[in-house]
């Protein structure tokens, strides 16, 4: 028997929202290129800037990430991508060496934002 993840996409705590940690899926639900940490970083922080869009809030809105990669090689890559991602906004940003919860995933990343 399946059970559904037992936590919330995002929880407010005051002016914090505290986004649960996202991972690349595709609208389909699959994970998003396997074997490409920069895209899946990209499809991770679209999916991150979804949301919090429902409580008015978008990426530059994000005060900390904590981001979790499951090859140090793959740091170079996934760091290209998340300052794109972000532009000239630098959150402060934890990353760790881990292994994630389904196959294929490279990075997951939460965020807590601040509302304005």
Same mark, same amino acid.
């Given at each position: 028997m399946s059970v559904a993840p037992a936590l919330s996409p995002a929880m407010p705590a005051g002016d914090l929202i505290f986004l649960?940690?996202?991972l690349a899926f595709a609208a389909d639900g699959a994970i998003v290129a396997p074997d490409d940490?920069? &895209? &899946?970083?990209? &499809?991770?922080?679209? *999916?991150? *800037?979804?949301?919090? !869009?429902?409580?008015?809030?978008?990426?530059?809105?994000?005060?900390? !990430? !904590?981001?979790?990669? !499951?090859?140090?090689?793959? +740091?170079?890559? +996934? *760091?290209?991508?998340?300052?794109?991602? +972000?532009?000239?906004?630098?959150?402060?940003?934890?990353t760790v060496r881990a292994d994630l919860m389904l196959p294929g995933a490279r990075v997951e990343i939460e965020a807590v934002a601040k509302r304005r």
């Open positions: 649960s940690g996202q940490v920069a &895209q &899946q970083t990209e &499809q991770v922080l679209a *999916n991150l *800037n979804r949301v919090p !869009t429902g409580f008015g809030l978008d990426l530059s809105d994000v005060v900390k !990430t !904590t981001v979790w990669l !499951t090859d140090t090689a793959d +740091f170079p890559a +996934f *760091n290209a991508a998340y300052a794109a991602s +972000f532009g000239s906004h630098r959150p402060a940003r934890s």
